[in-house]
C-alpha cells in the first residue's frame, strides 16, 4: 500500500535551520493533502503545517509561523518543511502524514511516515 518516509532529521543549535522531506509510494499523491506532526516524549502529537494537492493553501500551527515553510512537488511525490530559527521547544520525532481532502489542522489523515526525530539545543 502507501508508503511515507521521513528523511532530513538531526541534532542543531538553537537558532539553527533544518530540512525535513517525505517521500511518498505504492500511489500518486496528486490530489492529497500533506501535512507534518510532531510528538515529544510524554505530550501529545500536534499539528506543524499542511498544503493543499495543488500547493495553493497552506496551513500552520501559530507556535511555527514565519519560521517553518512546508512545500510540495507532485512531479517526484515529495513534501519538504524548511525550519528555520530552530528553538528547544521544536525538539520531537516529526511525521508526514496524507489525506484525501483538506488540509486539515487535525491528525485524521490516512497515511503516517514513520518519523524523523529532531533535536535542538540550547
Known amino acids: 500500500q502507501v508508503q511515507l518516509v521521513e528523511s532530513g532529521g538531526g541534532l542543531v543549535q538553537a537558532g539553527g535551520s533544518l530540512t525535513l522531506s517525505c517521500a511518498a509510494s505504492?500511489?500518486?499523491?496528486?490530489?492529497?493533502?500533506m501535512g507534518w506532526f510532531r510528538q515529544a516524549p510524554g505530550k501529545e502529537r500536534e499539528f506543524v503545517a499542511a498544503?493543499?494537492?495543488?500547493?495553493?493553501?497552506?496551513n500552520y500551527a501559530d507556535s511555527v509561523k514565519g519560521r517553518f515553510t512546508i512545500s510540495r512537488d507532485n512531479a517526484k511525490n515529495t513534501v519538504s518543511l524548511r525550519m528555520n530559527r530552530l528553538k528547544p521547544g521544536d525538539t520531537a520525532v516529526y511525521y508526514c502524514?496524507?489525506?484525501?481532502?483538506?488540509?486539515?489542522?487535525?491528525?485524521?489523515?490516512?497515511?503516517w511516515g514513520q518519523g524523523t526525530q529532531v533535536t535542538v539545543s540550547s
Open positions: 502524514a496524507a489525506k484525501y481532502g483538506l488540509p486539515t489542522i487535525s491528525s485524521s489523515y490516512d497515511y
Open positions: 505504492g500511489r500518486t499523491f496528486i490530489n492529497y493533502a
Open positions: 498544503i493543499s494537492w495543488s500547493g495553493l493553501t497552506t
